[in-house]
């Protein structure tokens, strides 16, 4: 923390401060400029300085106190000295590792979900997602089949060996989920309801931690930081898009913001261009610029019929088009260097 005091301030009142500080354990540096003096406070504990900082910018002289806070540490860059890879099952995601996730934005059906596995894999996609929980927005829309989508997970998983993504909205789900699930997703809706961030610390399974449309690169770190400091590490961010004054696409893919929060984490960050768009005309175009960008991997929303599909059924690819885009995105990543993990690599 620094003690900024004003220019002109007396020798007293520096000596006042700094009495403040040894009273209170601390030590202090002091730096006299030309015009004004800045003290440097150590040592004070972080659940304690932004109390502190108030207290001492009431001080006579005291210009203003900037406390220096680590809002995240465990999820922060000096915390590891290698980018983190997190597995799902045999997909990787992280240092030169990109995998694919895709499925259907909502489990529908035993045979819906299962044409979806086949072709999922068959495309070279990783991990299959379908989401039996659905945040909607509208009451009214399809909400999920809830457990008994859960069931046809399980088959899916069963009949392809593909490992299973799905998201919880609500703790009391957890349970249900990772019986099945091989890691739980978090919604942007959810980015910040703390209290489930912390209930998905302990579960043992990796969380793909979706970034809130309406929340910056700090808030989203230290979204994961909740999950990290909970106890679990195996956290991989996704930016699936912000709100902005555009309109002509349904949200904005950030990816200025994914490259500015790589800077700042180990954590691996995906993409999610079908959310970020709205539109499966816009999918290819920004899953590529999301790979180019550093995206450890993406996360794209198919349906055999997109014009029947109970939720996303506009930004979904169909199989045909998944599997376009897989052989594009296998040719980027041998230009980028990157190893793509398909389901044959299992
Ligand atoms: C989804 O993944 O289908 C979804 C609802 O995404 P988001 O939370 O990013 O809106
Ligand atoms: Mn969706």
């Given at each position: 923390?620094?003690?900024?005091?004003?220019?002109?301030?007396?020798?007293?009142?520096?000596?006042?401060?700094?009495?403040?500080?040894?009273?209170?354990?601390?030590?202090?540096?002091?730096?006299?400029?030309?015009?004004?003096?800045?003290?440097?406070?150590?040592?004070?504990?972080?659940?304690?300085?932004?109390?502190?900082?108030?207290?001492?910018?009431?001080?006579?002289?005291?210009?203003?106190?900037?406390?220096?806070?680590?809002?995240?540490k465990l999820v922060s860059r000096e915390h590891a000295l290698e980018p983190t890879?997190?597995?799902?099952?045999?997909?990787?995601?992280?240092?030169?590792?990109?995998?694919?996730?895709?499925?259907?934005?909502?489990?529908?059906?035993?045979?819906?979900?299962?044409?979806?596995?086949?072709?999922?894999?068959?495309?070279?996609?990783?991990v299959l997602r379908g989401g039996a929980y659905k945040p909607r927005t509208s009451?009214?829309?399809?909400?999920?089949?809830?457990?008994?989508?859960?069931?046809?997970?399980?088959?899916?998983?069963?009949?392809?060996?593909?490992?299973?993504?799905?998201?919880?909205?609500?703790?009391?789900?957890?349970?249900?989920?990772?019986?099945?699930?091989?890691?739980?997703?978090?919604?942007?809706?959810?980015?910040?309801?703390?209290?489930?961030?912390?209930?998905?610390?302990?579960?043992?399974?990796?969380?793909?931690?979706?970034?809130?449309?309406?929340?910056?690169?700090?808030?989203?770190?230290?979204?994961?930081?909740?999950?990290?400091?909970?106890?679990?590490?195996?956290?991989?961010?996704?930016?699936?898009?912000?709100?902005?004054?555009?309109?002509?696409?349904?949200?904005?893919?950030?990816?200025?913001?994914?490259?500015?929060?790589?800077?700042?984490?180990?954590?691996?960050?995906?993409?999610?261009?079908?959310?970020?768009?709205?539109?499966?005309?816009?999918?290819?175009?920004?899953?590529?610029?999301?790979?180019?960008?550093?995206?450890?991997?993406?996360?794209?929303?198919?349906?055999?019929?997109?014009d029947r599909a109970l939720s996303d059924g506009p930004q979904s690819l169909t199989?045909?088009?998944?599997?376009?885009?897989?052989?594009?995105?296998?040719?980027?990543?041998?230009?980028?260097?990157?190893?793509?993990?398909?389901?044959?690599?299992?």
């Amino acid at each position: 923390m620094i003690i900024v005091m004003q220019a002109g301030a007396e020798p007293a009142q520096v000596e006042r401060v700094v009495a403040r500080l040894t009273d209170l354990g601390y030590q202090h540096h002091i730096s006299q400029g030309v015009e004004r003096t800045l003290i440097g406070a150590i040592g004070a504990p972080e659940g304690e300085k932004e109390a502190l900082a108030e207290q001492l910018s009431l001080l006579a002289g005291v210009e203003r106190v900037v406390p220096i806070l680590r809002p995240f540490k465990l999820v922060s860059r000096e915390h590891a000295l290698e980018p983190t890879v997190v597995k799902i099952g045999h997909a990787a995601f992280g240092r030169g590792q990109i995998s694919v996730i895709s499925g259907p934005c909502a489990i529908e059906s035993e045979k819906q979900l299962l044409e979806s596995a086949r072709a999922v894999k068959e495309a070279g996609a990783a991990v299959l997602r379908g989401g039996a929980y659905k945040p909607r927005t509208s009451p009214y829309a399809f909400q999920g089949l809830g457990q008994p989508g859960l069931e046809m997970l399980a088959a899916a998983r069963e009949e392809t060996g593909l490992p299973v993504l799905t998201e919880v909205t609500d703790a009391r789900q957890i349970e249900g989920v990772i019986a099945v699930a091989d890691a739980v997703q978090i919604g942007a809706r959810n980015m910040q309801n703390y209290d489930l961030l912390r209930e998905v610390g302990p579960i043992g399974k990796p969380v793909v931690l979706k970034r809130g449309f309406a929340a910056t690169v700090q808030e989203w770190l230290r979204a994961a930081e909740y999950v990290a400091s909970a106890g679990n590490l195996d956290v991989i961010l996704c930016e699936r898009g912000i709100r902005t004054f555009e309109t002509e696409t349904r949200f904005t893919l950030d990816l200025g913001g994914m490259a500015a929060a790589k800077l700042e984490t180990h954590l691996p960050i995906i993409a999610d261009p079908s959310h970020a768009t709205g539109s499966h005309k816009l999918v290819p175009p920004m899953a590529l610029a999301a790979l180019a960008g550093g995206a450890d991997g993406l996360m794209i929303e198919m349906h055999q019929h997109p014009d029947r599909a109970l939720s996303d059924g506009p930004q979904s690819l169909t199989p045909k088009r998944l599997k376009t885009l897989m052989d594009q995105i296998r040719n980027l990543a041998l230009a980028l260097g990157l190893t793509l993990v398909g389901p044959e690599d299992a």
